[in-house]
């Protein structure tokens, strides 16, 4: 192949796929939760839509969503009920709020930890899925975590249930895990 023609090769197939994902850091992501991600996530296996439907299906994969929940505004008047947003999420997924940010309180880590240890059964090494939204730092950090309390089949889901949903999978909503807040 001349050179000329392996350049125009590189640049095609440089134009058919998009730009490189985030570099993935050393430590956790502490701000812009919603932006670009890397596309791994070290220890872990990061898998596609399909993929994370095909293992769903198997029911042997615990799925945890990491979703944030919303605070409470502070300004509301006395006596206003707040109603938070109900959360639609891949079905029989344990909702595990506020346990990706870069830094938890100790709280925060021992919610995870029961949160983690009720979905697998105590077991660390029954595989454990992690998502959030699309281009959520969120399941990223949370995965990381679990990575660091020594489970050994960490997966990550880096479309979350934006991809989920944009592929016509089921979703059910869903309450958090109580403790978390």
């Known amino acids: 192949m001349t050179r ?3 350049h125009s090769l590189v640049l095609l197939l440089l134009a058919a796929f998009p730009a490189a994902a985030a570099e993935e850091p050393a430590g956790y992501r502490e701000s812009e939760y919603r932006a670009e991600v890397p596309a791994t996530l070290s220890g872990a296996t990061v898998v ?3 993929a994370a439907h095909a293992l769903w299906k198997t029911g042997q994969v615990a799925f945890i969503d990491v979703l944030p929940r919303p605070p409470k505004p502070t300004n509301l008047p006395e006596g206003t009920v707040w109603n938070e ?3 639609l999420s ?3 997924a344990l909702w595990l709020p506020n346990v990706g940010y870069g830094q938890l309180a100790d709280a925060m880590h021992a919610y995870f930890r029961a949160g983690l240890e009720k979905a697998t059964g105590g077991d660390k ?3 454990v899925l992690f998502f959030c939204l699309d281009g959520c730092w969120m399941s990223w950090n949370a995965g ?3 990575l660091e309390y020594g489970y050994t089949r960490v997966i990550w889901y880096p479309q979350g249930t934006d991809g989920w949903t944009a592929a016509g999978y089921p979703t059910e909503r869903i309450e958090p895990e109580p403790g978390g807040r």
Do not use: N, V
């Open 4 to 6: 000329l023609r392996l």
């Open 48 to 50: 596609s839509t399909e």
């Open 85 to 87: 947003k109900p959360r």
């Open 90 to 92: 891949i079905p029989s």
């Open 125 to 127: 090494d029954r595989p």
């Open 144 to 146: 990381k975590r679990a």
